[in-house]
């Protein structure tokens, strides 16, 4: 899978701009605020409809024009490709993958897989559970259809149970429904852990060896997945997780009746991640969190691959920042197989760029 040609027009500080790429490695190099970012987010967009930043595609018509397009390149399942998206302030988007129009971004999807990293990434270490869980819920809903509707079933859900227990105290008769909605929460909560499990066993995995060799062979990652204490074996049976979410539910219902408060359930998992033994959270230096991260995705890249049978294009942006040379060289040189994007503000740290394409970007244009 990947991106052979990218056309853009309009596209936030691109003008028309059409780039060739290299199969295997691009380096995108400029100052800051020049467009390296809004080109990686236009490969984002031709995989998911969606923009990683912008929260509406008006953001990304340029600035006193009133349209944009983006048409790509793409070979992937040993097909060609050409996904042409257009954009308009007044009119709704239009997009066609071989001249047939997609009805949704799932069609976009089919053709093209991207896993992207952003400098915000390093807070799937820095920050607390609900990133992690975030992290684990976007890859899976890409994979899993079956999850995406667990997971839609389970926040519908646990949106109901909240108001119940807020709303409670002024209509105590809305305790009454509880039951029902505790085991609904279990039910889909219980599908949720299964692939959460089955996800991080493989995520510790391959992530453990990227840290591994970025690292020098100097640092373990170790990563572990945590949902309730009741659940003995995330990876058993999924009636044995919902019945050991179920007692854990039932042993917290007096506090979350007190609280008003959903104390219990998938919504509170997590993954830990350590590196040498300590908490990579609490301990790591900004460049160990950095390559945390990087591993993360790294092995997010590899689960998709073994999914999809092939490589996902792997975008990353700014990630060489805060990495010493040793690291550096093994995020330009080392990451094999697919095709990979890599976005930095000095050109000094390319001496070691074994192969690939080099681009120079300047307020919107390769120079």
Not at 48 to 66: M, N, V, W, Y
Not at 120 to 142: K, N, T
Not at 262 to 272: F, M, P, Q, R, V
């Amino acid at each position: 899978m990947r991106v052979d040609a990218l056309h853009l027009q309009g596209w936030r500080n691109y003008g028309t701009q059409a780039l060739t790429f290299d199969p295997s490695c691009n380096v995108i190099y400029g100052e800051n605020a020049q467009g390296k970012t809004n080109l990686l987010e236009a490969i984002v967009y031709l995989s998911c409809g969606k923009s990683p930043r912008a929260h509406g595609d008006k953001e990304l018509i340029g600035f006193d024009i009133q349209e944009a397009a983006l048409l790509g390149n793409i070979f992937s399942r040993q097909r060609e490709f050409v996904t042409d998206i257009r954009l308009s302030r007044g009119k709704r988007r239009k997009m066609t993958v071989n001249g047939v129009p997609a009805k949704n971004s799932a069609s976009l999807s089919d053709v093209l897989h991207t896993v992207f990293f952003a400098p915000e990434d390093l807070f799937l270490i820095r920050a607390g559970a609900a990133e992690r869980r975030r992290f684990m819920d976007l890859s899976l809903c890409q994979l899993r259809p079956r999850y995406a509707e667990a997971l839609s079933q389970y926040s519908r859900l646990y949106e109901h149970k909240t108001r119940i227990l807020r709303d409670s105290e002024d209509k105590p008769e809305l305790l009454d429904l509880l039951p029902e909605f505790n085991e609904g929460l279990c039910r889909s909560g219980a599908v949720l852990v299964g692939y959460r499990a089955r996800f991080c066993a493989a995520l510790a995995e391959y992530a453990r060896q990227a840290h591994y060799e970025c690292s020098g062979e100097r640092e373990e990652l170790t990563l572990t997945y945590q949902t309730v204490r009741t659940v003995a074996d995330p990876l058993g049976s999924q009636a044995d997780i919902y019945a050991a979410l179920a007692a854990h539910m039932e042993s917290h219902q007096a506090a979350e009746r007190a609280s008003k408060l959903c104390l219990s359930g998938a919504h509170k998992d997590d993954i830990e991640v350590l590196v040498n033994g300590r908490s990579a959270r609490q301990f790591c230096s900004q460049g160990q969190v950095r390559t945390a991260a990087l591993s993360l995705k790294l092995a997010e890249r590899e689960i998709h691959k073994n999914a999809m049978g092939e490589y996902p294009v792997m975008l990353l942006d700014d990630v060489l920042s805060e990495l010493d040379p040793r690291r550096q060289e093994y995020v330009l040189n080392r990451i094999s197989g697919g095709q990979v994007f890599i976005t930095c503000c000095e050109n000094d740290r390319l001496d070691t760029l074994q192969g690939g394409r080099v681009f120079h970007i300047r307020d919107g244009e390769v120079l």
